[in-house]
């Protein structure tokens, strides 16, 4: 009997193994490079960044949820006594959202130009981790002699999906989508 009981927990333990490896490859989001520079036109955001979606979020975008990609940038002036101001807290929106009658995914960009279709969810993911020239403060928001701490992250936003699946998402792994603060200074 004992032998039993040891080869039971045995079996539970090496499956709570795979469930626990299988859910360390679920989704993940992850900035791989940002840069912020000044244009003409004031600051802007360029970036890459890697989307790997859940089951779950899949699930719910192949069911008509259009999800919501948000990318947040801060800029904070390092002080040494005090606390470091916020310069630039901004964020910017990508939509994505799949048509079952056409089997295409659409992706809506935050800077206004035309939405682009998609194939692929992989095609359309691509298309929202590029981030490019995004605008995301006026001209002069940054003193270009002075040195700012600049941070981004990118989130799928909760806040945006249908009531009832704000509920679930909350308690559910699944859509508690983002990537860690990648951060970097820009100094004179």
Do not use: C
């Amino acid at each position: 009997m004992s032998r039993r009981l040891l080869s039971f927990s045995t079996l539970l333990a090496s499956l709570a193994l795979l469930l626990a490896a299988h859910g360390a490859q679920a989704a993940t989001f992850d900035v791989r490079t940002a840069n912020l520079r000044e244009t003409a036109a004031g600051w802007v955001l360029t970036a890459r960044i890697d989307y790997a979606l859940s089951r779950k979020a899949i699930d719910a975008l192949n069911s008509g949820v259009e999800l919501s990609f948000r990318v947040e940038l801060s800029a904070s002036r390092p002080r040494r006594m005090w606390f470091d101001p916020e310069v630039i807290e901004v964020s910017r929106d990508w939509r994505l959202a799949f048509d079952a009658l056409t089997k295409r995914y659409r992706v809506a960009y935050p800077d206004g130009r035309e939405p682009t279709s998609h194939a692929t969810l992989f095609g359309a993911l691509n298309a929202i981790g590029r981030v490019q020239e995004l605008p995301v403060a006026p001209p002069g928001a940054l003193d270009s002699n002075r040195r700012y701490d600049i941070a981004v992250r990118a989130v799928l936003d909760q806040q945006t999906l249908p009531g009832p699946l704000q509920v679930l998402a909350f308690w559910d792994d699944g859509f508690s989508l983002e990537s860690d603060w990648y951060e970097w200074a820009v100094a004179p």
